[in-house]
């Protein structure tokens, strides 16, 4: 899936700015990463904020399906929201992405 930061040469967004979350997972003294299905990279469990969802919500869903984790506690990390990082999906979308980062403890469900 390609992507771009601060690239002056990235396409223009043919789609409305998309609200991310990204859960950064400390784990048995490690960070759980997952290994994406599209292009096989490795990236932090993350998701698509929907509407009438909170960012608590999105986060706990978004990790509960991607990992079957539930989450213990979590604390904010960062927003990461510079307009120049354009992401690029298989469909041909092409958005600009506002994420919503806390780093958190999972416990088994």
Same mark, same amino acid.
């Given at each position: 899936m390609p992507s771009w930061d601060r690239d002056p040469s !990235?396409?223009?967004?043919? $789609?409305? @700015? $998309?609200?991310? &979350?990204?859960?950064? &997972?400390?784990?048995?003294?490690?960070?759980?990463?997952? @290994? @994406? !299905?599209?292009?096989g990279s490795l990236a932090f469990t993350r998701g698509t904020l929907e509407d009438?969802?909170?960012v608590t919500e999105a986060l706990a869903r978004e990790l509960g399906e991607e990992t079957g984790l539930a989450v213990e506690r979590s604390s904010f990390l960062g927003v990461f929201s510079d307009p120049t990082r354009v992401i690029g999906y298989p469909d041909g979308s092409v958005v600009r992405v506002l994420t919503l980062a806390p780093q958190g403890q999972p416990f088994s469900r």
């Open positions: !990235a396409p223009v967004p043919n $789609k409305p @700015r $998309k609200v991310g &979350v990204c859960f950064i &997972v400390e784990m048995d003294g490690g960070v759980l990463v997952d @290994r @994406r !299905a599209d292009d009438g969802e909170s």
